[in-house]
């Protein structure tokens, strides 16, 4: 019951805020209220392409330069089908505890994206012997961490800290 109540929270706090400008502020959208306003009736702004591209630079340039990272593959996508997303694959070298520690890491780097408050970060981690580690391995319910469960295990993402 806990877990619908936070869930129908969240749906609520995203389809009103303003969350995810596309300016990099993670503002929100302009309204009568002036920049950034969180009124009803704001919706969020959608981020523009190179908006997206900076953004997964930074986030591959920031996930390649964690401890043990060889190489680092980020897209942050958005469009009307698959909603805001972050997914990475990460090639890490290291025991289970080190690959596990980069795979929470890189996810907290994805949920922490300054464009848009993502729906969805899937970041996988791959091991030197072939081992994939995804969201399963930090206790999420499915290899893709979900608004919910990245609320629940890094509390607000960085493009809207009042969530």
């Keep these: 019951m806990r877990?619908?109540?936070?869930?129908?929270?969240?749906?609520?706090?995203?389809?009103?805020?303003?969350?995810g400008a596309g300016d990099g502020t993670?503002?929100?959208?302009?309204?009568?209220?002036?920049?950034?306003?969180?009124?009803?009736?704001?919706?969020?702004?959608?981020?523009?392409?190179a908006d997206l591209?900076?953004?997964a630079d930074r986030l591959r340039a920031e996930m390649a330069a964690l401890p043990g990272v060889r190489d680092a593959d980020v897209?942050?996508?958005q469009d009307e089908k698959s909603g805001?997303?972050?997914?990475?694959?990460?090639?890490?070298?290291?025991?289970a505890a080190a690959l596990v520690g980069v795979l929470d890491r890189a996810t907290e780097l994805g949920w922490d994206t300054e464009?848009?408050?993502?729906q969805v970060v899937?970041?996988?981690v791959v091991g030197?012997?072939?081992?994939?580690?995804?969201?399963?391995?930090?206790?999420?319910?499915?290899?893709?961490?979900?608004?919910?469960?990245?609320h629940e295990r890094y509390g607000p993402p960085a493009a809207d800290p009042d969530l």
């Design 84 to 95: 805001r997303a972050v997914r990475g694959t990460v090639t890490a070298s290291g025991g």
């Design 115 to 118: 464009v848009f408050v993502p």
């Design 26 to 49: 993670g503002a929100g959208s302009a309204g009568a209220g002036g920049a950034g306003s969180r009124g009803a009736g704001a919706q969020p702004t959608a981020a523009s392409a």
């Design 128 to 150: 030197d012997d072939g081992v994939t580690l995804d969201a399963t391995d930090l206790g999420l319910p499915g290899p893709a961490a979900t608004l919910t469960g990245l």
């Design 53 to 55: 591209e900076r953004e």
């Design 122 to 124: 899937e970041v996988r």
């Design 3 to 19: 877990r619908r109540l936070i869930t129908a929270t969240l749906v609520a706090a995203l389809a009103l805020s303003g969350c």
């Design 75 to 77: 897209a942050v996508e």
